[in-house]
């Protein structure tokens, strides 16, 4: 299952938005793989959101969200305080990955949420552009990715991936 990690310090997110492949962020980590990562998906009808780990050190290297359609339009800011910490997910689960069989994506005016659970919130955790949702349980449970209006209005204006 995918665990928050810290308080290593990741490394700079590189974000990329996109009306094709919606959203990709990149960690360091990514371009040291020295292997196929792991990979973990989420996914829901046509909604496809794939979180590639390091096969060694399990920390997340790269998230895609490879198709978004049916993704719902919010008219506010994402309500919820996120605490500032420097943290990533880690995978702490097989070599096989794990696919996810839900996934809800929501564009808030500030930010991307991605949830792929169920359960209820108890914490949101961050740093820079990209933040994590702590379940009860205490695994990550969503990833959101904070935006301008520019992106924003781009993304939810179009139907990518459909």
């Given at each position: 299952m ?13 974000v990329?938005?996109?009306?094709y492949v919606?959203v ?7 371009e040291r ?8 998906r989420?996914?829901?009808?046509h909604?496809?959101?794939?979180l590639?780990?390091d096969?060694v ?28 910490a420097?943290?990533?997910a ?18 808030y005016q ?14 949101w955790?961050?740093r820079?552009?990209v933040?994590?949702?702590i ?8 990833v959101?990715?904070?935006?301008g ?8 204006t ?5």
């Amino acid at each position: 299952m995918i665990e928050l990690a810290g308080p290593d310090a990741p490394g700079e997110v590189a974000v990329e938005f996109d009306e094709y492949v919606p959203v990709t962020a990149t960690w360091p980590a990514y371009e040291r793989l020295s292997s196929p990562p792991t990979y973990v998906r989420a996914v829901e009808q046509h909604r496809l959101l794939e979180l590639k780990f390091d096969p060694v050190e399990h920390d997340l290297a790269e998230l895609v969200l490879v198709n978004a359609p049916g993704a719902r339009s919010v008219e506010q800011s994402f309500a919820a305080q996120v605490a500032d910490a420097p943290v990533t997910a880690r995978w702490s689960g097989g070599p096989e990955g794990y696919e996810y069989p839900r996934l809800d994506i929501a564009y808030y005016q500030d930010c991307v949420l991605m949830t792929f659970s169920t359960e209820t919130f108890r914490d949101w955790r961050g740093r820079g552009p990209v933040f994590f949702g702590i379940l009860d349980s205490g695994l990550v449970g969503a990833v959101g990715i904070r935006w301008g209006g520019a992106a924003n209005r781009r993304l939810a204006t179009h139907e990518p991936g459909s």
